[in-house]
């Protein structure tokens, strides 16, 4: 079982950043791919963004293509999300999510733990 705390949400105003955070306790963590989701009011969940156990495979969602930046530290156990340069329309609640089945992609049910969740509000 993992585990997963995401933080670093809150509210910001557009063209500013955040740093999302997705911590886990156990070291399986630093094996596995981590996906980051998010979902607005009244829409379903869509993918932002997944990063390779390594760090050195990254994709992303082309609507946050250049913005948005997933890295991991291992030694930590935790994967961040930069995002920069945030819109109105990038609000939502995060979640990063862990593949411990090895089915990558960025569909998300190939991710089988989730975390609670982080609001990310951004103001126009």
């Known amino acids: 079982q993992v585990q997963l705390v995401e933080s670093g949400g809150g509210l910001v105003q557009a063209g500013g950043s955040l740093r999302l955070s997705c911590a886990a306790s156990e070291r399986t963590f630093r094996r596995l791919a981590v996906g980051w989701f998010r979902q607005a009011p009244g829409k379903e969940r869509e993918f932002v963004a997944a990063i390779s156990w390594s760090g050195g495979s990254t994709t992303y969602a082309d609507s946050v293509k250049g913005r948005f930046t997933t890295s991991r530290d291992n030694a930590k156990n935790t994967v961040f999300l930069q995002m920069n340069s945030l819109k109105p329309e990038d609000t939502a609640v995060y979640y990063c999510?862990?593949?411990?089945?090895?089915?990558?992609?960025?569909?998300?049910?190939?991710?089988?733990?989730w975390g609670q969740g982080t609001q990310v509000t951004v103001s126009s």
């Open positions: 999510a862990a593949d411990s089945r090895g089915l990558g992609g960025a569909l998300s049910r190939n991710f089988d733990y």
